[in-house]
């Protein structure tokens, strides 16, 4: 791997307008807003980026765009992952044709698949590349969960050299880390387990949250690199408390939030819905109350 993947990893939004097209111009200011705001690399096309929602040529137009826009100042790891294999490799070529550092790869979802055909699928992903890749455990979303003895097989696939782990399951997330070793890069996906992540051995956190307050995270990340764990716990409490707020409907609060804080971020794609008025003054207040955004 050219350079480390490690830190504090947005999992970025894709703006699209109300036709549902992509919304380039805004797409890369908010790269720049990231970039800007001390964020360790990117993950475009994932879950937060609307990534199933979206063609096949828009993945891969968000893809040329978020590498472009970075220029090499931090890792872009480009989530491939689809419902079938085909797609998944299609997309994986594209992404290193294009100057991907690193590659994310959920599992197919849908179909309850066994491990040999996992490995499989993997497998076949892994050897249509040179670039590092990255299997995405989100179960809940998928019907498929990666063990840690899967995960241990996996990793002996070319390539294969992580996982990020959004099961919400802290005590297999410890078994990645424990069973796997040094060598294999562990990076939590879910916001509200960041710190103790890090404190078992995780080499970071690709956020959700971190789209509208990257700060925050920045933070916290350093904080606990610095070694100061009463600073770190807190902002974890406070990283808490704002996916609480942000919870509610799924991903349009992450653009709303973004723009009370003067940016543009677009809306939601279908079937995605956008927030209610209600809900954005209810949003509002949260934030206001948590110290992120003015009154």
Known sequence: ????????????????TEKGDIDEEVLQELVEFQVKSGI???????????GPTMSIEQRKRVAEIVVDQVKARIPVIVHIGAINTTMTVEL???????????LGCVTPYYFALDDDAMIEHYR???????????????????NINITPNLMGKLAKLPNIIGIKD?????????EYIEKLGKGFTVICGTDALMIPALFMGAKGSISAISNAFPELFVDAYDAY????????VALQFKIIATRRALAKPTIAPLKEALKMRGFRAGTVKNPLR??????????RNSLIELGLIKP
Do not use: W
Not at 40 to 50: A, D, R
Not at 124 to 141: C, G, K, L, S
Not at 166 to 174: G, N
């Open 1 to 16: 791997m050219k350079r480390k993947i490690e830190g504090i990893i947005t999992a970025l939004i894709t703006p699209f």
């Open 166 to 174: 959004s099961s919400r399951d802290f005590t297999q997330l410890c």
């Open 40 to 50: 360790h690399g990117l993950y475009p096309c994932g879950t937060v980026g609307e």
């Open 124 to 142: 076949r992903v892994a050897e249509a590349v040179r670039i590092p890749i990255f299997v995405y455990n989100i179960p809940h979303r998928t």
């Open 92 to 102: 994986a070529k594209h992404a290193e044709k294009v100057g991907a550092d690193a």
């Open 225 to 232: 690199k610095k070694k100061n764990y009463e600073k770190a």
């Open 274 to 283: 956008p927030m209610t008025e209600k809900e954005i003054i209810e949003l």
